[in-house]
């Protein structure tokens, strides 16, 4: 239990409630969940009534297409939320999967007692309330880079776009970026090995110098 109110306490979302309303008003409604590598804790239309905070492990967001294709979405990761996309809406279906991608705790939380007053005071829903608008806004705009990154034609503007991002984010020229290599081309939506070539050509062009997920970028991308 203390584990978990030391989690909920760091969170973005949860940390705007003060210790007392989490350890008595909270934490009794919490449970914990635990999956291993590659089971699914969400599928497209599944409803989802409950916010979930990642304590350990990874969970890999996923748009999956009939032909078998896959386009990464994002990657949450000890402190993520899950499902603060989806418990606002009035359908509360999901459009993605969210997968594991190693072992991976989950603490649930039911969203209701956190929308209207209950457990918590009117105050303290307002402020969860405040919380959830800027996370969202937040996610809204990593969508929006992710859409720009995507409208670039071809695989070198979309590294280049990427990376300048992460450049701009980090304020350096060097940074790590937080996807395999894997993960980086499913979320570029273009085939791995092709991405692989294309790193090390643009190493060879003298545009990048990178490390497995540590890059620098060496020349401003045009």
Known sequence: ??????????DRLFGSLGEEALRHKLLPLAAERHYAAGEVLLRP????????LILEGRVQILQLFPSGASSLMAVL???????????FTRTLASPYHAVASEDTRVLYLPAAPLTRPGPLTPEECMAVMRQALLILSHDNMKKHYRLTILS??????????????QATRRKSASFSIPFSREEL??????????????LRQMEQDGLIRFRKNRF???????
């Open 152 to 165: 670039q034609r071809g695989l070198r503007q979309r590294v280049l776009a990427y990376l300048s991002m």
């Open 216 to 222: 620098t970028l060496l020349t401003p991308p045009e």
């Open 185 to 198: 081309a499913s979320y570029l939506c273009v085939n791995r090995s092709a991405l692989s070539h294309e």
């Open 45 to 52: 239309q599944q409803t989802e009534e409950r916010l979930g």
């Open 77 to 87: 990761r000890p402190g993520g939320l899950l499902g603060v996309d989806l418990v």
């Open 1 to 10: 239990m203390e584990e978990w109110l030391e989690a909920l306490k760091r």
